[in-house]
């Protein structure tokens, strides 16, 4: 899609800071992170988000959810990481391309004091 800024991520239009590529997906580091380590995985088939998968897209998805390990594991996240994908206006997606968080690393301080 020509003007969808992970869609020129995924060819290489826009720089980013890659983990991982493949055929499919691209990986990269968030430019705002939330957390200390926090990566995004996008499918280079432009997908505006869950709401919008067909039946077709089963193989890139199971290929997906099959890669998250691999990444985290790369990344160092031996400690456990959230995946976390957003949908649709009311879950604040900015960006209307599908895309998977992987955050890792962070210490929560529960219950404070
Ligand atoms: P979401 O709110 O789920 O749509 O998340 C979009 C994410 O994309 C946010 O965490 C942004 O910080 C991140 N983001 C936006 N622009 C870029 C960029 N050029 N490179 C890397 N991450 C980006
Ligand atoms: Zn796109």
């Known amino acids: 899609m ?3 800024l992970f869609c020129k991520i995924a060819e290489g239009e826009i720089p980013s800071k890659k983990v991982y590529e493949d055929e499919q997906i691209i990986c ?3 430019i705002e992170p939330q957390a200390p380590v926090h990566v995004l995985i996008v499918p280079k088939k432009h ?4 709401d919008d998968l067909t039946s ?3 193989d890139l ?5 099959l890669k998250i390990k691999d990444i985290a594991s790369e990344l160092g996240l031996d400690n456990g990481y959230r995946t976390v994908i957003n949908t649709g206006e009311d879950a604040f997606q900015t960006v209307k391309h599908l895309h998977f968080h992987i955050l890792g690393k ?3 301080t529960w219950p404070p004091g």
């Open 47 to 50: 997908i505006r988000s869950l």
């Open 106 to 108: 962070r210490k929560l």
């Open 28 to 30: 990269f580091h968030d």
């Open 2 to 4: 020509s003007d969808c």
């Open 56 to 58: 077709e897209d089963a």
């Open 61 to 65: 998805m199971s290929h997906i959810m």
